[in-house]
């Protein structure tokens, strides 16, 4: 199975950056996901990390070290409609994915 | 991007009776659709694995006969919670895999059973 784990909550003013690390321990590893999900929607994606390294999507990127079991996602220049809780999500060799238990983060005008 | 529809979006039902919940790939085929439950200020936790033209795969706990799936076709998979109870109200929601990187998740059916 996988633990996953990733801070409850995270505040941040406008126009900031905020990263939401996530730790994980599995027993397969094939691709660390982001999502975001607003309340009471579905999540959407975000980001995809497979190899070590950073990945840049625009004002979110994402970071993935293997040997440390460890990812962070980065957001740049925040906005109010970021608002919303960030899913770290681990697939396994089956194509199934675990995920932690979302950090909700809060922007701040 | 791809798109999955899931209908329907809410559903309220007696308790006992029984409701089904759809899952479309709508511009794609899906071999794999994985249905997710959801409870309040929770995060997804995966119920099963559907596959087309075969049995589902249900992860541990998760009953069987209590949640049924069918995957009858490469874009549509369904899922059938019978006997609903008050304790089965949750977000449930279904997401399909097209390529290797990303899994489309559909709208999410949210389920009130009184």
């Known amino acids: 199975g996988q633990n996953i784990d990733q801070p409850t909550e995270m505040t941040a003013t406008e126009g900031a950056i905020v990263q939401i690390n996530c730790t994980y321990q599995?027993?397969?590893?094939?691709?660390l996901f982001w999502y975001q999900q607003h309340a009471g929607e579905a999540p959407t994606f975000l980001s995809y990390?497979?190899?070590?390294g950073l990945e840049e999507k625009g004002r979110f990127s994402s970071f993935l070290s293997r040997s440390k079991g460890y990812s962070y996602l980065l957001l740049k220049e925040l906005q109010m409609k970021d608002s919303a809780s960030y899913l770290c999500?681990?697939?396994?060799?089956?194509?199934?994915?675990?995920f932690g238990a979302g950090t909700t983060v809060t922007v701040r005008a | 991007g791809a798109v999955v529809s899931q209908h329907p979006s809410r559903v309220i039902c007696k308790s006992g009776t029984s409701v089904k919940i759809e899952c479309r790939s709508l511009?794609?085929?899906?071999?794999?659709m994985f249905w997710y439950r959801q409870f309040p200020k929770q995060s997804l936790m995966l119920m099963a694995t559907?596959?087309?033209?075969?049995?589902?795969?249900?992860e541990q706990g998760v009953e069987k006969d209590k949640f049924l799936i069918n995957h009858a076709s490469l874009t549509l998979s369904t899922l059938t919670v019978t006997s609903a109870h008050p304790e089965d109200s949750s977000f449930y929601i279904c997401?399909?895999?097209?390529?290797?990187?990303?899994?489309?998740f559909g709208q999410g059916t949210r389920l009130t059973v009184v």
């Open positions: 997401s399909a895999r097209e390529r290797e990187v990303e899994a489309f």
């Open positions: 599995t027993s397969g590893f094939n691709g």
């Open positions: 990390n497979v190899l070590d």
């Open positions: 999500a681990v697939r396994d060799g089956d194509y199934k994915l675990s």
């Open positions: 511009d794609f085929q899906a071999t794999t």
């Open positions: 559907s596959n087309e033209g075969s049995k589902a795969t249900y």
